[in-house]
């Protein structure tokens, strides 16, 4: 049974730092690739950042240099680590995984966790 579960979402304030981590199970994890979405109320979900099982990342124009992507492939576990945060980054966090390239996390995506909500207030 895969299971991908999220945690570390909370309320912060404007310019805090907040860490996500996801924990993956029943799946290769080092051979696929991993990101994180967000939607944001009245939004349509967006692709905030993925790293490939090389290392490689990727990032959305509006998070690059706030927001780094790491994954630990001996913990089966990825982490967003997102610094000076704005309100705009309110949103719910999604883990997701993807066995092709993450240069295609738009197209599809093969697994989703269950989201954390991450606040931010002014």
């Known amino acids: 049974q895969v299971q991908l579960v999220e945690s570390g979402g909370g309320l912060v304030q404007a310019g805090d730092s907040l860490r996500l981590s996801c924990v993956v199970s029943?799946?290769?994890?080092?051979?696929?690739?991993m990101g994180w979405f967000r939607q944001a109320p009245g939004k349509e979900r967006e692709l905030v950042s993925a790293?490939?099982?090389?290392?490689?990342?990727i990032y959305a124009d509006s998070v690059k240099g706030r927001f780094a992507i790491s994954r630990d492939n001996v913990k089966n576990t990825i982490t967003l680590e997102m610094s000076s945060l704005k309100p705009e980054d309110t949103a719910v966090y999604y883990c997701?995984?993807?066995?092709?390239?993450?240069?295609?996390?738009?197209?599809?995506?093969?697994?989703w966790g269950k989201g954390t909500l991450v606040t931010v207030s002014q």
């Open positions: 997701a995984a993807r066995t092709g390239s993450i240069d295609f996390f738009n197209s599809g995506v093969d697994y």
């Open positions: 029943g799946l290769n994890f080092g051979a696929i690739g």
């Open positions: 790293i490939g099982s090389g290392g490689r990342t």
